[in-house]
Nanobody, 120 residues
Framework: QVQLIESGGGLVQAGASLRLACAASGDFFTTYGMGWFRQAPGKERELVAKISWSGGNPYYTDAAKGRFTISRDLVKKMVYLQMASLTPEDTATYYC?????????????WGHGTQVTVSS
């Protein structure tokens, strides 16, 4: 059974940085895809970035390119999202998710989320 627990959210001012962390437990394989998604109030959940569990092929949406960096630590079973130059538009609940069928597969496993609030 896969479990994901996010941490690192908080209230910051515009321009600040935050690092989100996702602690993973259970059986993971190099074929898994790991993603960070976010959902703002009144909006649909959207992908932010994803990476294969093997560490290759990081993918970023336009909103994240140049500001966010996704990474993972195989030994610690952690996935990180380093966020910089945050704006109020980044305010959302951020979720860590895992796809057993790879980077572009269905994300079956989800954490409970961590809140990021960016004030102007």
């Amino acid at each position: 059974q896969v479990q994901l627990i996010e941490s690192g959210g908080g209230l910051v001012q515009a321009g600040a940085s935050l690092r989100l962390a996702c602690a993973a437990s259970g059986d993971f394989f190099t074929t898994y895809g790991m993603g960070w998604f976010r959902q703002a109030p009144g909006k649909e959940r959207e992908l932010v970035a994803k990476i294969s569990w093997s560490g290759g092929n990081p993918y970023y949406t336009d909103a994240a390119k140049g500001r966010f960096t996704i990474s993972r630590d195989l030994v610690k079973k952690m996935v990180y999202l380093q966020m910089a130059s945050l704006t109020p538009e980044d305010t959302a609940t951020y979720y860590c998710a895992a796809s057993p069928t790879g980077l572009f597969g269905d994300y079956h496993y989800w954490g409970h989320g961590t809140q990021v609030t960016v004030s102007s």
